[in-house]
Structures are given as structure tokens and as C-alpha cells.
């Protein structure tokens, strides 16, 4: 079942922060977050699996609680190379294919 | 290292005419998926394969849509009599190990699909 993923379009402006949510009506096994730039392949961000974990680099941070079936995606002091769209794909069990959201347009603005 | 290797980058089809796509995972990787993306919309799985297996195609078409991955050579995904509403991104994705053990899948650059 495909996760949902809000907001689905966000404005900014170059350092301002952003959080990208993404929730799934059945259990989760793990979280991947990517991001595409248009007319590009989408690039692995980060992988969170069950247990709660919380990642990072750099900025960007992700949190994931699987209680709520639930992650959250966050982007602190966001840069122009941050444009582009977000998309969450969730694993339901450990041998589950992964489903992506629709995605969350970023812009970020100078 | 080479990453997931797609071509044709680009292919323009005439409606009824077949589409083949092709696919080289990553050096080291046995997985392989296919990946649907229609113009403004997310990713829509297609098909998961290993060598000379199809594992997963609860996400293909039932119809004209068959893909492969032998023993030799590319995964290839092929659409036959193809329609202007198959004109999309098609990306390939590869992993080491399948996906759902906690590892992530890494993407082509796609080929675009334009069916006229």
C-alpha cells in the first residue's frame, strides 16, 4: 500500500528549515528516503530501520517511528541544492518490495 | 565504479511498435527492479527479478509488458504494441541483497519512453 507523503509542494526560502512527513496505513519494516531532481535519476538519502532509529548527514535528518508508522524527513538551513522532490519508500516486512510515496516538491528559493 | 547502467537513454516509439529497455546492475549486485514514473507522479513498482528468475511482477501490466534477467547479459524490459499512455520514465534499480533485509536499491538514470 503506497505511504502518504505531506506536504506536497513547500516553498523556501535559502536557510529555513523544512520537515517532510511520510505515514503508511500498515506496519513498517523500513523507511528509505530519496531525492530526485527533474530529468534525473533519484538518489538513495538515507535508510531507517525499525527500532525507532533516527539518521543524519550533514542538514538533512530523518526519524522513524514505527509505532506510529511514521517518518519524518528534516532539512535544517536548507541550500539551493536542496530543490528537488522527496520521495519516501516503505517496506512492509523483511522481504517486501519497496513502495514510494508521490512525493514532496521542495523549492528552495534565494 | 560503474553505477546501474540503462539504455537507450531515449527511445521514441510509433504506437504499435515494441520498446526493449535495457539494464546493467551495479558490479556485485543480483537484484534487480523495474520502476514506472509517469510525468509528474512517483515511482510505481513494476517487476523484481534475479538471474533467469522473476521473483515479484505484481506491479506489471498484465498485458503486453514481459520482462527478463538470463544468465548473461542485461535485464531487459520489454513492452510490445506500445501505446502514447506508456510514455513514461522507466528506471532500473539494483541491490546486493533483496531490498526488504534492510538494504536500499540504487537507481539508473533512467530511459524516457515517448510513444508518438
Known amino acids: 500500500q503506497q505511504p502518504v507523503q505531506s506536504p506536497q509542494a513547500v516553498i523556501l526560502r535559502e536557510g529555513e528549515d523544512a520537515v517532510i512527513n511520510c505515514s503508511s496505513s500498515?506496519?513498517?519494516?523500513?523507511v528509505h528516503w530519496y531525492r530526485q531532481k527533474h530529468g534525473e535519476a533519484p538518489v538513495f538519502l538515507m535508510i531507517?530501520?525499525?527500532?525507532?532509529e533516527q539518521k543524519g548527514h550533514d542538514k538533512i535528518s530523518a526519524s522513524f517511528n514505527e509505532k506510529k508508522q511514521q517518518s519524518s524527513l528534516y532539512l535544517t538551513a536548507s541550500q539551493l541544492s536542496y530543490s528537488g522532490t522527496y520521495f519516501c519508500?516503505?517496506?512492509?516486512?523483511?522481504?517486501?518490495?519497496?513502495?514510494f510515496g508521490k512525493g514532496t516538491k521542495l523549492s528552495v528559493k534565494p | 565504479n560503474a553505477g546501474v547502467m540503462q539504455n537507450p537513454r531515449h527511445l521514441v516509439r510509433r504506437r504499435g511498435q515494441e520498446a526493449r529497455l535495457r539494464c546493467s546492475p551495479m558490479?556485485?549486485?543480483?537484484?534487480v527492479y523495474w520502476y514506472r514514473q509517469l510525468p509528474e507522479e512517483g515511482l510505481k513498482f513494476m517487476v523484481y527479478?534475479?538471474?533467469?528468475?522473476?521473483?515479484?511482477e505484481s506491479g506489471m501490466p498484465k498485458e503486453r509488458f514481459s520482462a527478463e534477467f538470463p544468465k548473461e547479459g542485461p535485464s531487459i524490459l520489454r513492452i510490445q504494441q506500445v501505446v502514447r499512455g506508456d510514455s513514461a520514465a522507466y528506471f532500473c534499480?539494483?541491490?546486493?541483497?533483496?531490498?526488504?533485509?534492510?538494504?536500499?536499491?540504487?537507481f539508473g538514470e533512467g530511459s524516457w519512453l515517448t510513444v508518438v
Open positions: 534499480a539494483s541491490s546486493p541483497i533483496r531490498e526488504g533485509s534492510g538494504n536500499t536499491i540504487y
Open positions: 500498515k506496519a513498517l519494516y523500513s
Open positions: 519508500g516503505t517496506v512492509g516486512g523483511s522481504q517486501g518490495n519497496l513502495i
Open positions: 527479478l534475479q538471474k533467469e528468475n522473476i521473483i515479484d
Open positions: 531507517l530501520l525499525k527500532g525507532g
Open positions: 558490479k556485485g549486485h543480483s537484484h
